[in-house]
């Protein structure tokens, strides 16, 4: 990954001149209002919709993504959110070290990296903290609107549990969504 990554990103958003604040994904708002509030890390954070309504709900968060041309469009709309409680952090997740035994909560959406992703957020997550995380799965390729091209982004079929062996399920769902096809897991922990 890396170099070729971080500019096939940083081109995709130069082309976004500026950004409106997407709603936070369902699967984000529905478990993460239960949990009380502390300190969160969204992965692959992209434009912020995520970090920016945790922000709004009182988690203080840190937001890593590869693109600083993302990342400046996100930090942009969290001032126009006027939302002050984010780290926006400009670095590649194959490298990346987060500090261990520290959040509260970590969040994916849209992304997935098999080889590192999963002991990194095993160890950055504290005892009794939340991982809540969703990605495409395999039926997402033979969608109409598909975008992915390759399947190597794309979950099999009950894949994502067996990706957290260290964390607790609480619940796993895998599911059409009117735009994509995902797979998800909140885990725990323990
Ligand atoms: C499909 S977007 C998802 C963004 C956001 N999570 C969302 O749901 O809208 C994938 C994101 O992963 C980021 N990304 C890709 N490779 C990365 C890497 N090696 N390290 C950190 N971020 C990366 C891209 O810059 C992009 O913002």
């Not at 001149?17 to 936070?24: D, E, I, K, Q, Y």
């Not at 160890?123 to 395999?138: A, D, K, M, V, W």
């Not at 994502?160 to 885990?187: C, N, Q």
Request: aromatic fraction near 8%.
């Amino acid at each position: 990954m890396s170099d070729s990554d971080r500019q096939r990103w940083d081109a995709k958003y130069a082309d976004k001149a500026s950004t409106t604040v997407l709603p936070p994904d369902d699967w984000l708002s529905r478990h993460a209002t239960p949990l009380a509030v502390g300190v969160a890390l969204d992965l692959a954070c992209g434009l912020g919709h995520n970090a920016i309504w945790l922000s709004q709900h009182g988690w203080k968060v840190d937001a890593v993504d590869i693109s600083p041309i993302g990342l400046a469009l996100a930090e942009q709309a969290a001032e126009r959110a006027n939302v002050q409680t984010i780290s926006w952090i400009a670095a590649d997740l194959d490298r990346y070290e987060p500090p261990t035994n520290h959040y509260d909560l970590v969040t994916v959406f849209r992304f997935l990296d098999r080889h590192r992703l999963p002991h990194l957020i095993e160890r950055s997550l504290r005892t009794g903290g939340i991982l809540i995380y969703e990605t495409f799965s395999q039926g997402q390729l033979s969608r109409a609107d598909n975008h992915l091209i390759s399947a190597q982004f794309t979950l099999g079929p009950d894949e994502l549990p067996t990706l957290f062996p260290g964390l607790e399920i609480l619940f796993h769902d895998e599911t059409e969504l009117p735009d994509r096809s995902v797979a998800r897991i909140v885990g725990r922990k323990p």
